[in-house]
């Protein structure tokens, strides 16, 4: 058997396939002693996400997504910068999609999104401080629109498929579950 002291695989150093300055794609192989494994990983930083409420409502953000080719309802959120913290970089992507400036975050949950092909912590926080900033316009080419959707009404647009970005899926669901 080639399995560490502690029962992992011996893993190969990373054969870096593609890269830019947002994400990276490599290659490790895993020895499990009988047999291996190739894995192509892709690796993209932190990411971070905020739900605001406000009256019942979540303030969500509309936006262009290539692989769907649609606009996309999704809470605000994004990758964290080198040097922030996650709830530093969910105050600032919220900030810079909704032009709404959070204040006393609550850990929501804490998740990866993928186990062996994505490298993406993922950290969502919720809110209902907030102080909304003067004179904003939403992202040029970014973001479409901002809107407040009562709870119901958002858990309603996920069945109907209205919603599909797994990001939000998650943090509207834990946020449900969380108030219930």
């Not at 009988?34 to 930083?45: A, D, I, L, M, R």
């Not at 204040?103 to 919720?126: C, E, I, N, R, V």
């Not at 069945?159 to 834990?174: H, Q």
């Amino acid at each position: 058997m080639v399995f560490m002291t502690d029962g992992s695989p011996k893993i190969t150093s990373r054969e870096f396939i593609y890269e830019t300055p947002y994400y990276q794609i490599y290659k490790v192989k895993a020895d499990f002693g009988p047999f291996s494994k190739e894995y192509f990983v892709t690796e993209s930083g932190q990411k971070a996400g905020i739900i605001i409420i406000h009256k019942n409502s979540i303030l969500l953000v509309r936006q262009y997504r290539l692989l769907t080719n649609q606009q996309s309802w999704e809470v605000p959120g994004g990758r964290v910068d080198d040097g922030e913290t996650p709830e530093e970089g969910a105050i600032r992507e919220c900030l810079e999609e909704t032009g709404m400036k959070c204040h006393s975050l609550k850990s929501l949950l804490t998740y990866q999104q993928g186990m062996d092909a994505f490298h993406t912590p993922t950290y969502l926080f919720y809110t209902e401080d907030f102080s909304k900033q003067s004179n904003f316009s939403p992202c040029a080419g970014e973001i479409e629109s901002i809107e407040w959707i009562p709870l119901t009404q958002c858990i309603e647009m996920i069945t109907s498929g209205e919603i599909v970005d797994s990001f939000t899926i998650i943090a509207l669901l834990a946020y449900q579950l969380k108030t219930q």
